[in-house]
């Protein structure tokens, strides 16, 4: 079955500065790779998605890079802000309407 | 807007008890899943459902059962509550590719 394999599981950056999340997943079947936020005491929110016939995908700060070919699929986010303090998380799955395997998380501290 | 609600946010129960843990989706979403959260471990899928009174099996099915009578309510169930049960349970339903979590239930057995 589907492995997914999320780094770093902390992430501490200056507010303003990037910070990038990665996942590498094992399953060449899979083709839609989500992003999760959960905010403290909330369930988690897709805040971004890809499919695998797309390389790169933005919203406003926000953006997802996916490489099909060495299975791997990145979140980065600029200019951060305090309120994106979260744990983040990817997932994968064959379809949209198949069951996610998620990463085990990162949470990401933005430091005032 | 999509909600999913959970019958609690905090349950205690002894080692033993049969727990009912319940979740209702306002959007006529056919399918629904259960998770449990432990730090460290992400989301693990324990049991999802399709349709109506049909039932998956997800990662770590051990100890749980669901129940799926109304295609609203996705329930899970702990026949035996054991202590390695002590979790967070989130509940989601899926739309057109999105899974909308609940707030989850942070379950302790002492």
């Known amino acids: 079955g589907e492995n997914v394999e999320q780094h770093p599981s902390t992430l501490s950056v200056q507010e303003g500065d990037s910070a990038v999340i990665k996942c590498t997943y094992s399953?060449?079947?899979?083709?839609?790779f989500p992003w999760y936020k959960q905010e403290l005491g909330k369930g988690p929110q897709l805040i971004i998605d890809?499919?695998?016939?797309?390389g790169e995908k933005k919203d406003q700060r926000i953006a997802v890079t996916l490489n099909k070919t060495a299975k791997h699929f990145s979140l980065h986010i600029t200019e951060t802000q305090p309120e994106d303090s979260a744990v983040y998380f990817c997932?994968?799955?064959?379809?949209?309407?198949?069951?996610?395997?998620f990463g085990k998380g990162t949470r990401l501290s933005v430091i005032a | 807007d999509v909600k999913v609600t959970q019958s609690s946010r905090y349950l205690v129960k002894r080692t033993g008890e049969k727990v009912f843990l319940e979740c209702v989706q306002d959007m006529d979403h056919e399918n629904m899943f259960w998770y449990r959260q432990d730090p460290g471990l992400g989301l693990r899928l324990i049991y999802f459902?399709?349709?109506?009174?049909?039932?998956e099996k997800g990662d770590i099915p051990e100890g749980y059962s669901v129940s799926r009578e109304k295609k609203e309510r996705f329930s899970l169930i702990l026949e035996s509550a054991s202590t390695n049960q002590t979790s967070m349970y989130l509940c989601?339903?899926?739309?057109?590719?999105?899974?909308?979590f609940g707030p989850g239930t942070r379950l302790t057995v002492t």
């Open positions: 890809i499919r695998s016939n797309v």
């Open positions: 459902s399709y349709d109506v009174k049909m039932k």
């Open positions: 997932a994968a799955s064959e379809s949209g309407n198949t069951p996610l395997v």
């Open positions: 989601a339903s899926l739309g057109s590719f999105e899974q909308y």
């Open positions: 399953d060449s079947a899979s083709n839609y």
